[in-house]
């Protein structure tokens, strides 16, 4: 089959594309590279199964002529990272809404079926744990960036959601909570690699508030398994589905256990929230998914423990050799 991938040179779409590579499929890339990196999908620029376009995904015809060339489309570009959020609001509701009309309304032309990434930020400061898909969304006020990030992506799931009601548009909508693994940068705010390359270089890890918040990290190998099964599965149209982990960590423990496992003896420093993002900023204390329906759909559990996870990210970061001694300025 051949697949469409936007945003396939971003950390989840590179990881997609290698997947679906592996399982004998075509593959074409749309990227404009705003946090994507062509390092992400260098290693298939001799694959005759691979092409790529270095273009944003709001030029409709260019989105026409490439949908035109695939049997599935996946839409996963997106302005991505808390940080990005706060600091460049506009940017953010502008690419994730824009985008996300001009391919469903693309693929629409042709009927093609269409996964549209979302993410467990929709969920808002809801406290029904865990989140299920079918549970109330629960969002702060307008003047607090963060929303902005969250009701944009809950607008990309009401359009996908109307698209297949009004027009029979084959939609899946993915609830992506926290993803981790290798090629995953910490510009954007990113915890792991933040936390992984303050570790390797011997700063200081900077956790944000008091580090009771809790989150559960899912390796991105275990959330591209999912995405490619559920486009070849029946009877998920019309539907949301949450993709993550279960296993729960305080960022306060993060920071010890990345410590641990990069053998470094850097301090563990607590920032407060204002100084990290902006007066008011508002966290989530926890959030954990109910993979009841995945599961049931699927068969689909992630396989890769937190510690296995931090190994992982720790051997990729020293391989890399990158920039750790620029760690931290997320
Ligand atoms: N965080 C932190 N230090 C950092 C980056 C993030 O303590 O250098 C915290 C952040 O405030 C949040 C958690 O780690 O409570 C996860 O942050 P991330 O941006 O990775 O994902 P989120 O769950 O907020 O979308």
Not at 73 to 87: Q, S
Not at 92 to 104: F, G, Y
Not at 248 to 274: C, M, N
Request: charge should be negative; charged fraction near 25%.
């Amino acid at each position: 089959m051949r697949f469409l991938i936007t945003g396939g040179a971003g950390f989840i779409g590179s990881h997609l594309a290698d997947e679906l590579l592996l399982r004998g499929h075509r593959v074409h890339v749309l990227d404009d590279l705003s946090t994507g990196s062509i390092e992400h999908i260098r290693h298939h620029k001799d694959n005759a199964s691979f092409s790529y376009t270095i273009e944003s995904a709001a030029s409709a015809p260019l989105v026409a002529e490439l949908v035109d060339e695939a049997d599935v489309v996946y839409h996963l570009a997106a302005a991505v990272g808390v940080e990005l959020i706060v600091e460049s609001p506009v940017r953010t509701i502008e690419t994730n809404v824009h985008c996300t009309e001009v391919v469903l309304m693309q693929a629409n032309k042709k009927k093609k079926p269409v996964f549209i990434a979302s993410t467990s930020e929709v969920y808002g400061k809801g406290e029904t744990l865990p989140f299920r898909e079918d549970g109330d969304l629960l969002l702060g006020p307008t003047h607090i960036g963060r929303w902005a990030y969250a009701c944009s992506k809950a607008l990309d799931e009401y359009l996908a959601l109307a698209y297949h009601h009004e027009k029979q548009l084959p939609v899946v909508v993915g609830r992506l909570f926290n993803t981790v693994g290798p090629r995953q940068t910490g510009r954007y705010g990113m915890v792991v690699p933040s936390f992984v390359r303050q570790a390797l270089a011997g700063r200081p890890i900077t956790v944000y508030g008091d580090g009771t918040q809790r989150r559960c990290f899912c390796h991105v190998e275990d959330v591209v398994r999912a995405l490619c099964d559920l486009m070849v599965t029946d009877d998920v149209y019309g539907q949301v589905f949450n993709i993550g982990s279960t296993e729960e960590v305080s960022v306060l423990e993060l920071a010890h256990r990345v410590r641990e496992a990069a053998k470094s003896d850097s301090q563990i420093d607590t920032v407060p929230y204002e100084d990290a993002y902006e007066p008011g900023f508002e966290d989530m204390p926890r959030r954990i998914p109910d993979l009841a329906k995945i599961e049931g759909t699927l068969g689909w559990r992630p396989t890769r423990d937190l510690a296995g996870i931090l190994d992982d990210v720790v051997r990729s970061e020293r391989e890399a050799g990158t920039d750790v001694f620029t760690a931290g300025v997320a």
